[in-house]
């Protein structure tokens, strides 16, 4: 895949991350998951989308279906107003599984209309809202069954960090 397509692929599927992130008040939203037990909320069956955090670290343990691939942010905004890549140029990111890096893809989207539950973190409100993203974004191939572990690091290069270590179980 060319990397216009890689970053295509990447800012669709960001687009739908935000979707789902905002899907979910902030009682039991993913980003705010310590323990994993949020990880399955309002999955898609497509893609399993791995939650972040709203800053600060988090250890998780969840199951998710083997044979669907993975996506999440290693950093990532959603803005009121257009934004580039340009943006998060002093932004930085990791995600690794099993140890091995994983590719990461940054990508901006056009202007996104996202509805989300009531106090979301996107949104703030069930009323539908135009938002712009951009962020460092990783997509993982299908898990094969078994555990496994993904450690997910990024910050925007001035203090807002990100860090979470999942055990996973592929089944």
Not at 98 to 113: C, N
Not at 158 to 169: I, K, L, S
Request: hydrophobic letters at 40%; charged letters at 20%; aromatic letters at 8%.
């Amino acid at each position: 895949m060319s990397t216009t397509d890689q970053t295509a692929a990447a800012a669709a599927y960001a687009t739908r991350w935000t979707q789902w992130v905002a899907r979910t008040s902030l009682l039991n939203n993913p980003l705010l998951d310590e323990t994993g037990d949020d990880a399955g909320r309002k999955q898609p069956g497509d893609v399993w989308f791995l939650g972040g955090t709203m800053g600060g670290s988090a250890r998780r343990d969840f199951r998710v279906p083997a044979g669907i691939p993975l996506f999440g942010p290693a950093f990532c905004m959603w803005c009121p107003g257009p934004v580039t890549v340009g943006h998060i140029e002093g932004a930085h990111g990791s995600v690794r599984l099993d140890g091995q890096e994983v590719p990461l893809v940054r990508a901006a989207t056009d202007a996104v209309m996202i509805r989300g539950a009531l106090l979301n973190p996107v949104t703030r409100t069930f009323w539908p809202v135009r938002r712009w993203l951009v962020g460092i974004w990783a997509t993982i191939e299908p898990l094969d069954p078994g555990t496994h572990t993904i450690e997910i690091h990024g910050g925007d290069g001035f203090g807002f960090e990100v860090n979470v270590e999942a055990t996973v179980h592929a089944t």
